[in-house]
């Protein structure tokens, strides 16, 4: 049976791209509330399901280390892709080699395939968005919000990732009422029912994600209700055949080229989709780094943290007081407001709250000016004496 793969074996289960750990830290990333499919499988060690494939990550001061499984689908394509290159070398072995005995003809040329490797960089680059620079905008926010230069020193590397569109909607419809723990749960339970396994590693099995077509199935409703999915059964299966009936498989991800209201507004026509689920979606999977989500987790960061006012005598948040808290996050941290925004919510939750109490390490500008203060007191005293 095949094992989780862990740092220890050593580094030829693993490839790696550099990566410092301010840029991104697995931990915090990971475990905030974004996806839901990670889990920890020993320290430091991460493994999830992205992009059809099961992956573990991990990370030292300066790289991203990651190995991937095979899965059945994945050897599938290997399997075809070999036996393809094999019968096209063969075809040309014939042609320049008529005279060739019948027993070479049948044997199969040994050929050197591209392996994944950099379709696997590639992916996980995509979804991480290691094109963005995070020490540059952490910068940025910090010199404009105060609140925020505290908070980063110990939040660093918490990035936004760039999610499947479609996992990201169904995932994000059950977190109504929840928390991350339980939605966890139910996207596990989504996946072992209506996904396709993958491989199975200490007796864990990994499944991939629904299709539409299996989420807008007429029995999927009742079956979720049985798992405990509660009326966002009914959401699930009716914004699946809504999208398939009206739309088509590849309009979610049409989105991603569609303004960033505009796309809110499309996503708010489906059953169980409101103000804060869509912008999720557009934060976390259709490339709109300026969308806020607003539950009363955030609505309590601006009250508490920035004097935010407006809206106090509200017992809910309507969809003005949504789009109100958006445009001052939007003005204060810039075009990825978004992005700032995960950050001080990763930073609220209670699982984190423990990185506040540990001793930080004291900055280059704060040493240095100890430093200054220690040689004028060490002067100060010599002409004393």
């Avoid at 290997?78 to 019948?102: I, P, V, Y």
């Avoid at 689920?277 to 780094?289: G, Q, R, T």
Wanted: net charge positive; with cysteine; glycine share 6%.
């Amino acid at each position: 049976m095949a094992k989780h793969a862990v740092w220890s074996s050593g580094t030829k289960l693993w490839r790696s791209l550099a990566c410092a750990k301010s840029e991104l830290r697995l931990d915090l990333t990971l475990a905030c509330g974004q996806s839901f499919r990670w889990r920890e499988t020993a320290e430091g060690h991460w493994t999830g399901v992205m992009g059809g494939r099961v992956w573990t990550l991990t990370q030292t001061d300066d790289t991203l280390w990651y190995h991937v499984y095979n899965t059945q689908d994945r050897q599938g394509v290997r399997c075809d892709r070999k036996r393809k290159a094999n019968a096209s070398l063969q075809t040309e072995h014939k042609k320049r080699f008529k005279g060739a005995l019948k027993k070479e003809e049948d044997e199969p040329v040994p050929v050197t395939l591209e392996n994944d490797t950099d379709e696997d960089e590639e992916m996980l680059r995509d979804y991480f968005q290691l094109d963005v620079r995070m020490g540059d905008l952490y910068k940025e926010w910090g010199a404009a919000d105060p609140h925020f230069k505290r908070i980063a020193d110990i939040f660093t590397g918490v990035r936004m990732l760039r999610q499947d569109p479609t996992e990201c909607l169904f995932s994000i419809i059950c977190t109504s009422n929840n928390n991350i723990s339980r939605t966890e749960g139910m996207i596990e339970s989504l996946c072992q029912t209506l996904g396709i396994r993958l491989c199975q590693l200490d007796e864990k099995s990994y499944y991939n994600f629904p299709t539409l077509s299996a989420l807008a199935g007429d029995s999927v409703e009742a079956c979720l209700r049985d798992l405990s999915f509660g009326y966002r059964a009914r959401f699930l299966q009716q914004s699946a055949k809504q999208i398939l009936d009206t739309h088509g498989l590849g309009w979610l991800d049409g989105l991603r080229s569609v303004p960033y209201l505009k796309a809110c507004d499309a996503l708010r026509t489906l059953p169980g989709v409101g103000a804060k689920v869509a912008e999720c979606v557009c934060l976390m999977s259709l490339d709109k780094a300026e969308a806020v989500p607003v539950d009363t987790h955030v609505w309590q960061i601006a009250k508490r943290d920035y004097n935010y006012a407006s809206g106090n005598k509200q017992k809910s948040i309507t969809d003005k007081l949504h789009r109100d808290i958006g445009d001052f996050f939007r003005k204060l941290w810039g075009p990825y407001a978004g992005w700032a925004q995960s950050v001080l919510f990763c930073a609220d939750l209670k699982k984190f709250q423990k990185l506040k109490e540990m001793p930080q390490p004291k900055k280059e500008e704060n040493c240095e000016e100890e430093m200054r203060v220690a040689c004028k007191k060490t002067k100060i005293k010599k002409e004393k004496n």
